[in-house]
């Protein structure tokens, strides 16, 4: 008597919220395990995990800091990802909005007025915009598959940065380092509390889930996006653009990463550097899903993945545990969250009686006919 | 001349790893499923393969060995996007980054061993004809292997019953599925077949192309070997091509680099990833053909309603 | 009789008060890749090792922090746990370094191949150039094509000094040498190391020497029948026939000096610029390819370095267009070395720019 999967007739509301916390439960126990075999006590590392890193303001705001890049473009991706086009290729779209961003501060070095920070999010929007254009432009013209051109495009994007680090915007006085002039203060963000690196970004993000909400609930062009995905022939039926939502969403976000990527280098970081991104590309297309593709729930997964990042360097500082134990406690976290998603739509029956199996199978029928229509 | 058959030798061991790696994907794929986490499961396969190895002796049970670390990192994704309907885009990256951790905490004592590599095969006599038998007939095992692996898979794909039968599942499942077809066991074996083909490819780079363990030598091998599937628009002798192009240049670069051309290394560097960007664009023009291949329920949850 | 026990017991009381001390020393590391990288990251895990065994003091590491955003908050989180001395072991983290240290001005900073200094934070590197003046120099006596193949990894000072120390001295025993390089943009990418060593051995090249992090080019080397030298630590393992020597990178004498200095208050801020004399840049054994006569050679151009009679950066010195740029008799100031962007003479192609 194998425990089987039962698709639910309507999905659960409770699931919806308590499935986070089996698998928060799920991943303890499993980590547990994890930690014994190591030799850690697993008080003590999960502590160090997810107390730890938030147990004073400062690390709240450090969480909020780390959050902010994977809130931006997890919730803008989810809204491609809703219409079923791939862009994976985030990572080099922050890429370009930072050297944008960047190269506008560099631009106006020394110099002082209110317009120099909003001109580096907006040029720096216009960065991840044309590097997420150039994709668009390709799969509606050419039909080349977005995966390949915009992963392509973020290693281009990378070797670029590089290139012009190396170059025209190395510090003049840097001993030839690969690294541009400070920023001065007029082209940083403003901190938002004093003594902590809590910045503008932070508030842009927030912003932006909002702006994510309505758009996809209250907007004409959200139902386009949901039925695109949902159903590409009853939305072209319809008479929906198929690549007007492939520019919309694409440009949307680009943008989201290219200002995430301005906000990097005129926030935290305050310089170019050949690096400004850890990974926030692709670490954002995790989040958007975990995030079930809702704004809300984007922006408790991409604060749940930066409390992962910080609580593996309090595991390293406090238990001598290797920066590898953390990437298996977060693979270990997100297939359980992952998994335990199941319980929204399906419920687990043990016994063979399956009374409620005939209703989705009408219901998936009647989806399929009107697909054809 | 000589410069050409070392380059193309070069080129061969460079396109080896992404050809296990994509041929495997492109299995997985056209059963309906799409795994992002070719980078973990190809990183676990070197850490398997060269531990086992190092304590074996034997480059046979090395492969096998990390064939079947593979599988088991595949065996993970696919029960959990199988059984449990998690999505797969995610699913597979998480996937990666669990297989850069773990193979980093299994490899930790096999930092600093060295290796001699797997032996390349002399074939007497024609391996001794000159450029021929130097290009052709005196490589390592697992150069065979992968371009075997090309024409079984070809042929599986195309001649077989089983690959209809995993054809029809990637295109409709529900169709399949009314046709008495188990799709999510066909969907299994399709995924730990790619796991499988992924831990050779990652064997590849620490058994063959550079024999040592050093954590993430992968070094994005498997992304590569994804966007090769796409590459291909899911055509196996077109993932051969892909291979070969994106290793081929790799390699040319670096020949042009040698040869003091006075071009910023960083712009050659990009040259591989915008050639595959090009020649993509140049083959996908013609849309109708792009449609046939690509596997109609990719990405798509299946659920028996019965 | 009696006053040798007193200064025994004096000199033992002071131990165990030092010892004391030690046990409630706490210091810091942050690493840039993974300390399996068996390359920088490890050899500066290496000195940390030999730390805890010299001193008795507790050590904590972070590694893989990505140069970012990321490394202000490691660094600062370090700070905030007590750690006393902090080793920031990345260019990358200089500016990071340096925020922090103004917050916690007490504790003491100590940051790799930077250029920024303050009261609080002292900078460290190694000059491995000298290093590469030997391999130089047994490369030029070595080579029968003339041609050196060389890896490197971004086109950073550093790099470049590797690359022109190597070619000088390759070409004062040897004019007829001309050095190839290769980029291949990473620090660590065992394959694309490997294919730039095969690409260079294809072009004619029959000495590879590398500025990247994985034994891979050796490797390459040893397959091919070239020689090649070790980096960052002996690869001798590696490469058992085609290792002529290896540059050690080794941090241990200079962290147990400066946490000592810590400990014992004496600690200041300052540039060190260590090279074979202090020890923080070795050379690993010849190889048995390597010929008395060529051993005799690099010896002398050792131990003239040592003492101070050669420096691998005297003139006369040539551009890439054989103009004389450094006169005979005058050398590169360390100040134009730490900066140093052109390629000279015998080096073969442009510097990315």
Known sequence: ?373 | MEILVAAILTIITAATPLLFAALGELVTEKSGVLNLGVEGMMVMGAIVGFAAVHYSGSATVAIFASMLAGASMAAIFGVLVLVFHASQVPTGLALTIFGIGLSALVGQSMIGVAYDGIPQLHIPVISDIPVIGEIFFSQDGLVYLSIFMVFAVMWFMNKTRAGLILRAVGDSHDAAHAMGYSVLKIRFLAVLFGGAMAGVGGAYLSLAYSPLWVEQMTAGRGWIALALVVFASWKVRRVLLGAYLFGGISILQLHAQALGIAVPSQVMSMLPYLATILVLVIISRDRSKIKLNAPASLGKPFHASR | MFKKILTSVAIATCLSAVGIANAETKVGFVYVGPIGDHGWSYQHDQGRLALEKELDVKTTYVESVPEGADAERVIRQLAADGNEVIFTTSFGYMNPTIKVAKKFPKIKFEHATGYKRADNVGTYSGRFYEGRAILGTIAGKMTKSNIIGYVASFPIPEVIRGIDAMTIAARKVNPDVTVKVVWVNSWFDPGKEGDAAKALIDQGADIITQHTDSPAPLQVAEKRGVYGFGQASDMKAFAPKAQLTAIIDDWAPYYVQRVKAAIDGSWKSDDTWDGLKAGMVVMAPYGDAVPEDVREMADKVKASIIDGSFHPFQGPIKNQKGEIVVKEGETISDGDLSKLDWYVEGVDGTIPK
């Open chain 1, 1 to 373: 008597m194998l425990p089987r999967l039962i698709k639910r007739q309507s999905p659960s509301k409770a699931m919806v919220y308590l499935s986070p916390i089996l698998a928060l439960l799920l991943t303890l126990l499993a980590s547990i395990v994890l930690f014994l075999i190591m030799g850690v006590s697993p008080s003590g590392a999960l502590h160090a995990f997810f107390v730890e890193p938030i147990s004073s303001i400062y690390g709240l705001t450090e969480l909020m800091v780390k959050a902010t890049p994977l809130i931006l473009i997890g919730v803008a991706l989810s809204l491609g990802f809703r219409a079923g086009v791939w862009n994976i290729g985030a990572e080099g779209q922050l890429i370009l909005g930072g050297l944008f961003g960047g190269a506008t501060a560099l631009f106006f070095y020394e110099k002082t007025g209110f317009y120099i920070i909003p001109l580096i999010l907006i040029m720096g929007a216009l960065g991840g915009i044309i590097w997420a254009g150039i994709v668009a432009f390709l799969k509606t013209r050419f039909n080349a598959n977005e995966i390949l051109t915009s992963l392509m495009l973020s290693y281009v994007a990378a070797l670029l940065l590089n290139l012009l680090i190396h170059g025209p915007l190395k510090d003049p006085d840097g001993f030839n380092f690969p690294e541009s002039r400070l920023f001065s203060d007029s082209a940083l963000l403003p901190i938002l509390y004093d003594g902590t690196r809590l910045h503008l970004g932070a508030v842009i993000a927030l912003f932006f889930v909002g702006i994510g909400w309505i758009l996809l609930s209250r907007t004409l062009l959200g139902y386009q996006i949901k039925v695109m995905g949902d159903a590409p022939a009853a939305g072209e039926h319809a008479g929906f653009s198929h690549s007007k939502i492939i520019w919309t969403t694409l440009l949307i976000s680009g943008g989201a990463a290219g200002l995430a990527g301005a906000i990097e280098v005129s926030g935290p970081i305050g310089q170019l550097l050949p690096n400004i991104s850890p990974g926030y590309g692709f670490a954002a297309i995790i989040v958007a899903y975990v995030g079930r593709l809702h704004p809300l729930g984007v922006l408790f997964a991409a604060l749940l993945l930066a409390l992962s990042y910080l609580g593996g360097e309090t595991a390293q500082m406090k238990l001598n545990l290797p920066v590898a134990v953390t990437g298996v406690f977060q693979g270990l976290l997100l297939f359980f969250l992952l998994a335990c998603d199941v319980l929204i739509q399906y419920k687990i029956r043990t016994s063979k009686k399956s009374e409620s199996t005939i209703a989705p199978a009408v219901k998936s029928s009647i989806k399929s006919t009107s697909e054809v229509k």
